[in-house]
Structure formats: C-alpha cells, structure tokens
C-alpha cells in the first residue's frame, strides 16, 4: 500500500517531537525585595566548614546591620560589615551573611545570575554555588568563585562518587583551563579541591567584573552534564535578556562536565543555591594562595581582619537570579558536546525545513 501524507501533518509531529526538549519554564524568579526572602540565614557564631574569620549573622541581625538590604535602584546588597574596627583582636571574626535558598533546584535546571559587583579584596571570599543536602555524596556546584584580589573566576564541582572526574574530552568543549580534573572528595585525606576551571576572561571576577558594570553566569545541569557560561556586560545573549533563554544558541560554555565523567544524575542529588561571604579560612587564607596577590598588602591574611575599610569592596550587588526547569532534559547523556545539553538541535530544525520543501512523504 502507498500513502502520500501532508507536509503539514509530518511538521506537527517533528514539532511537538522537538519542543518538548527546549521548553523552559520560569521557577524562580528572585529580584529586589523578593530575593532574599526567598533564602534562609544560616546563622553561625563559627565558620566550621572553612574556617574562616566570620560571625554569620541571622536574618535579623543582618537586616538591624544593614548587611543585606535592596538599594535605590532596585539591586540587592549582600555585603561584609565595613565600619567595625578591632584593633589588637587576633581572635576577632567579622560579621558576614550565608544564604541558602528556600527551594532546591533538580536536575533539568538551568539557573541565570546577573550580578554588578561581586565582593572582593585581600582576604575576601566570595561564593555562589548549590549543594546537595548530604554533602558531598549529593554534590556541589561552583559557579562564582575565588578569593583576594584574583581577577578571574573559578567553576568547579565537589562530588562523592569515586568515579567523578571531568573527561579529557571536555576541554575542546570550553573556553576556559582546567586546572584539576579529579571532582571526588575524599574527607578522610582532606582531599577537597574538585574537578577545577579557570574563566580565562580578566573580568570574570574582582575589580575587573565591577569596572566593567559586571555581567551574568548561567549554570546548566541535565543528563548531558553540566556547563557553565560566564558573559561580560557587553556579550550578555540577548534571549537571557528577554527571559527566554536558548542555551543551544550560546557561545562556548566557559566550563563544561560532560557525564561520560561524571553522573549528572547519580552524584548529584536536588540543589541548594547558596550564597555568601567568608574571611580567610581555608581558600582565601591559605598562605600560597594569599601570597599569590596580597603579598604587598600584608604579610598574612588574618591581619587584615581586624580593619573595617578593609572590606570596602566586600559585597555583592545583584540584578537578579533565576532559575529555568525543563520536564524534559537532554537524552544525549553520553555527548562531549556542550551544546548536547540544550535542546532542539540546528540539524533538527534543518530536516524540519528539508520535510516542508518536499510537501509530502510517500510510504510504501
């Protein structure tokens, strides 16, 4: 038998076929007064994850300290008291903030962050990532980080699996270095550093980002793995502005973890997007570390903390943060190719084309 059936009938099919892979939904969209009541204070007279040189305060009193506030046009401050001064107090811990998000992300989620300032500064460690609720078998997510007066930021994952390392296959997939490839935590060997890239862009992070009236970070996670975009002010893609983001049409990812790697699914459980800002501790603190741009500025990190005007530049200035969620991610969980975690293919929508010039399929 021989059937001749209608382009029109053969493109409704391949469209609802295709689409139902790029629909993002809009899930959180935090902004202005409604961003920080969509996070919880974890209040912390102690840092005893990093160590650092902190007094996370609660809501209220970070609120009483004018450490977290929405200013005149409408962007939301998150910052490191300035104006305390401790002369003497080697023991002494500055008041600083930690959130954490009222609303997990699952797998299928893609999270946009449009910042103006980042804090920054000698001793100053800034960070906007997501965690798993058991860490680190559920894993964690850096999208913003780095420390003192760096100028480039950092994308890194922290995983439980044993067999959780970014595939050399990626690098030809990324614009930034990979500078450790092992994303496995091992807590009995103090083993923490992650799978590690560096943005290879001097305004990613630091005074560079907030001379150049910052920019956006975009993280996707999805069975393809998981890719992370840094754009300056200059190159934002338009669709993000227009909230209808399309990461297939993006550039390169800045870092990009396929899961033939890693297990998007398996080493990372629904995530916690975090925000804060530490003193010292084991990152900023670290001597080598320290040394590497604040070695002119003081002869140790912890010296630094006792001054106030010290973390002038200490905070961060948000535009927005939101967060997509598709309820189809990518089928591709095995492809190097960062544009494998989008959707609706450029080869797709070229058969598509090709089946509305012909106007009909004959079947035999």
């Known amino acids: 038998m021989t059937m001749t059936i209608p382009a029109a009938l053969i493109l409704s099919a391949l469209f609802l076929t295709t689409t139902s892979a790029q629909t993002y939904t809009l899930s959180q969209n935090l902004s202005g007064s409604n961003f920080l009541s969509a996070f919880k204070y974890n209040e912390s007279a102690i840092d005893y994850s990093n160590f650092g040189n902190v007094h996370f305060l609660s809501q209220s009193d970070a609120v009483a300290d004018n450490l977290t506030y929405v200013d005149n046009n409408g962007h939301v401050i998150i910052k490191v008291d300035n104006t305390t001064d401790a002369d003497g107090d080697t023991t002494f811990g500055r008041n600083s903030v930690y959130l954490e998000s009222n609303t997990a992300m699952s797998i299928g989620s893609l999270l946009v962050f449009d910042a103006v300032h980042i804090p920054y500064g000698c001793s100053v460690w800034p960070s906007l990532f997501t965690q798993g609720q058991d860490w680190p078998d559920n894993g964690e997510i850096d999208l913003v980080e780095n420390v003192n007066l760096a100028t480039t930021n950092q994308y890194s994952l922290h995983a439980g699996s044993s067999s959780c390392v970014q595939s050399s296959s990626a690098t030809s997939n990324q614009t930034g270095t990979t500078t450790s490839s092992n994303c496995t935590v091992v807590p009995s060997e103090d083993e923490n550093t992650g799978c590690v890239v ?120 948000i535009n927005y943060l939101r967060v997509y969620s598709t309820g189809n991610t990518s089928t591709s969980g095995t492809s190097n190719d960062a544009c494998a975690a989008t959707v609706f293919s450029h080869n797709t929508f070229l058969a598509v084309l090709v089946t509305v010039s012909l106007g009909f399929f004959i079947i035999s």
């Open 198 to 317: 560096d943005d290879n862009q001097s305004n990613s992070f630091g005074a560079g980002f907030a001379e150049n009236s910052g920019g956006v970070y975009a993280a996707l996670w999805d069975e393809s793995g998981i890719a992370m975009w840094f754009f300056n002010r200059s190159s934002v893609p338009s669709d993000i502005s227009s909230s209808e983001p399309d990461p297939s049409s993006w550039s390169t990812a800045s870092a990009w973890y396929p899961a033939s790697g890693c297990s998007p699914s398996s080493a990372f459980g629904p995530q916690t997007i975090t925000l804060y800002i530490d003193i010292c501790g084991a990152f900023a603190g670290d001597t080598t570390v320290f040394d590497e741009t604040c070695s002119s500025v003081a002869s140790n990190c912890t010296s630094l903390v006792q001054t106030g005007s010290n973390y002038d530049n200490a905070y961060w200035e």
